[in-house]
């Protein structure tokens, strides 16, 4: 009995080292932990606080940089050699051949006043078209504007195109066709006492004509004018007729 009372106090004290040693063992490994853990982190703040120190310092010494503008070097250009560049017009012409008698020169200079000749009549002949238009246009203008200031609404009428357009500029369609101009002009006539419109500057081209004109009208005495004001009109003729109305407000 004895001996089984030492043999458990022996394991009982073998346990009881080995539970010792381990916790020491445990201890001094977090403590371990624990210290690399505070060196790694001292180490970072070390770094960091260093980059810190080392971009303040490259702030402060660009700012202490003063700008300098690039400077332009000019091209060198090599005058010994020649310019072979392929620029439009460049092209050397060919010498025109030369009449090589009296009945070639006789020849050359006669086709070449021809040609002139042709040219004028051709030009001359659209200019003589255009020039005849422009003064049918203007006599059917003047004649309107006669007609206006008489307040003759039938021979103003005449001047017209049954389908007559009107318009206030750019394209704004005011009225179209002989009933409504009668009905737009023939009461503005009996109502006023005079009417009187006088071209300022007129411009005549082809089938247009365009008037800068100055109106001037009386409402209730003939003999005077209460009512004054610049107006630009465009008239488009065809055939003699007045086919369409362009107002500049």
Same mark, same amino acid.
Request: net charge neutral; aromatic share 6%.
């Given at each position: 009995?004895?001996?089984?009372?030492?043999?458990?106090?022996?394991?009982?004290?073998?346990?009881?080292?080995?539970?010792?040693?381990?916790?020491?063992?445990?201890?001094?490994?977090?403590?371990?932990?624990?210290?690399?853990?505070?060196?790694?982190?001292?180490?970072?703040?070390?770094?960091?606080?260093?980059?810190?120190?080392?971009?303040?310092?490259?702030?402060?010494?660009?700012?202490?940089?003063?700008?300098?503008?690039?400077?332009?070097?000019?091209?060198?250009?090599?005058?010994?050699?020649?310019?072979?560049?392929?620029?439009?017009?460049?092209? @050397?012409? $060919?010498?025109?051949? +030369?009449? !090589?008698?009296?009945? /070639?020169?006789? =020849?050359? *200079?006669?086709?070449?006043?021809? #040609?002139?000749?042709?040219?004028?009549?051709?030009? @001359?002949? $659209?200019?003589?078209? +255009?020039? !005849?238009?422009?003064? /049918?246009?203007? =006599?059917? *203008?003047?004649?309107?504007?006669? #007609?206006?200031?008489?307040?003759?609404?039938?021979?103003?009428?005449?001047?017209?195109?049954?389908?007559?357009?009107?318009?206030?500029?750019?394209?704004?369609?005011?009225?179209?066709?002989?009933?409504?101009?009668?009905?737009?002009?023939?009461?503005?006539?009996?109502?006023?006492?005079?009417?009187?419109?006088?071209?300022?500057?007129?411009?005549?081209?082809?089938?247009?004509?365009?008037?800068?004109?100055?109106?001037?009208?009386?409402?209730?005495?003939?003999?005077?004018?209460?009512?004054?004001?610049?107006?630009?009109?465009?008239?488009?003729?065809?055939?003699?007729?007045?086919?369409?109305?362009?107002?500049?407000?």
């Amino acid at each position: 009995m004895k001996s089984l009372s030492i043999i458990f106090a022996t394991l009982i004290t073998t346990a009881a080292l080995i539970s010792y040693a381990a916790e020491q063992t445990q201890d001094t490994e977090a403590e371990q932990k624990s210290a690399e853990q505070t060196n790694s982190e001292k180490a970072a703040e070390s770094t960091k606080t260093k980059n810190d120190t080392n971009t303040q310092a490259s702030d402060e010494k660009l700012n202490t940089l003063e700008y300098k503008e690039p400077e332009l070097k000019k091209p060198i250009i090599d005058t010994t050699k020649p310019d072979d560049s392929k620029v439009l017009g460049n092209e @050397t012409p $060919k010498p025109v051949e +030369k009449p !090589k008698n009296k009945v /070639e020169k006789a =020849a050359a *200079v006669a086709e070449a006043e021809k #040609a002139v000749t042709q040219a004028k009549e051709a030009l @001359t002949a $659209k200019q003589q078209a +255009k020039a !005849k238009q422009s003064r /049918e246009s203007l =006599a059917v *203008v003047e004649q309107l504007v006669e #007609a206006y200031n008489a307040r003759n609404i039938e021979q103003f009428l005449r001047m017209y195109d049954e389908d007559v357009e009107f318009y206030i500029f750019p394209n704004e369609l005011l009225f179209k066709g002989k009933e409504k101009l009668i009905a737009r002009y023939g009461l503005m006539f009996k109502k006023l006492k005079c009417i009187n419109s006088s071209p300022i500057k007129r411009i005549v081209h082809g089938d247009i004509v365009i008037d800068h004109e100055l109106s001037e009208t009386c409402s209730t005495d003939e003999n005077v004018v209460d009512k004054r004001s610049e107006l630009v009109s465009s008239y488009q003729i065809k055939d003699g007729k007045i086919i369409r109305v362009l107002f500049f407000r």
